[in-house]
């Protein structure tokens, strides 16, 4: 990489997982207001099996020696997702373009014959992009539920149910099942890889700090699984991270359902504001706005397509 005088890179470590989380949250409040990412999902993120930490990130320190503080740093998963982070007061210096153009050769390394990544609609991290010709491949919104808005019960119909995971041996049969729906509903976006179990699990039921009740389960007369929601809290906000309803159990409120039952267990555990995230590939931005919930950022995820290895 071209980096400018002063810094160095290092692969990064598990212990370095904080000051990432710190670095990724002062660029997140200075391009949109607030932050979103917490250590938990960070930390869950690093541990799926799939993701080799010493290969597949760099971190940029402050100075010529390794020990430094972090500036910025990159990371590629799957050949071909991207995060690419530079502190605020070390933007400006060519760090970022640095960065992007390691993350096209580690994605080229790992197979992949494109890379991307999301950044916030007008801030530098788009304009870098935009000026090194990524294309827009699709667009991400963050919607909240207001402080102190009601969460207005949502009707089932006849027969369904929403639970949170049992215990015991059953507990692993509910996080399968969950995976299976999660999994089956993102398979149908366009272009999109699977994932195993275990990577799925990492990031969600298994992350630290996650426990029974941050799995909420729609469940048919039957007992089946048909419809998941993934939870979690974080600088007082309860975050939906995945919501997924089985394709035969569409247009029938249980989406819904699962809303206002997720939004209500994030209150009691201390929550003020209800987040989740959605994108233009899954047509969803109406019915989100249809139970309350507004737009508070808006994201693009940016695109560079090159030749294979």
Excluded: K
Excluded at 27 to 38: K, L, M, Y
Excluded at 190 to 197: C, E, H, I, Y
Excluded at 270 to 275: N, P, Y
Aim: glycine share 12%.
């Amino acid at each position: 990489m071209r980096l400018p005088e002063g810094v160095t890179t290092r692969a990064l470590r598990p212990e370095d997982a904080a000051e990432v989380c710190a670095l990724m949250m002062a660029a997140e409040t200075a391009d949109v207001g607030e932050p979103f990412v917490d250590l938990p999902n960070l930390v869950g993120h690093w541990r799926r099996p799939s993701f080799d930490l010493a290969t597949q990130t760099v971190g940029v320190v402050d100075g010529l020696l390794s020990g430094g503080p972090l500036v910025g740093y990159a990371e590629v998963s799957d050949g071909r997702y991207a995060d690419v982070v530079v502190t605020p007061p070390h933007r400006g210096r060519g760090i970022g373009t640095a960065l992007a153009w390691w993350t096209q050769e580690e994605a080229r390394r790992q197979g992949g014959t494109q890379v991307g990544m999301a950044v916030p609609l007008g801030s530098p991290g788009d304009a870098l992009l935009t000026a090194l010709g990524y294309r827009v491949a699709w667009t991400s919104w963050i919607l909240a539920l207001p402080d102190g808005a009601a969460v207005v019960t949502q009707a089932l119909p006849d027969g369904f149910s929403v639970r949170g995971m049992r215990p015991g041996a059953s507990r692993g049969e509910d996080e399968r099942a969950a995976y299976r729906v999660v999994e089956d509903a993102f398979g149908e976006w366009p272009d999109r890889r699977s994932q195993t179990f275990e990577d799925w699990a990492a990031r969600t039921v298994q992350r630290p700090g996650s426990g029974a009740e941050h799995l909420r389960l729609a469940v048919d007369a039957g007992g089946h699984v048909v419809g998941v929601s993934v939870l979690s809290v974080s600088h007082g906000v309860g975050v939906v991270d995945n919501l997924a309803v089985r394709r035969d159990h569409r247009g029938r409120g249980l989406a819904r359902a699962l809303l206002a039952d997720s939004f209500a267990v994030t209150r009691r555990q201390g929550a003020t504001r209800s987040e989740l995230s959605t994108d233009s590939r899954t047509g969803a931005l109406g019915l989100y706005e249809r139970v309350g919930m507004v737009v508070t950022s808006t994201w693009l995820h940016r695109v560079a397509v090159f030749s294979a290895q």
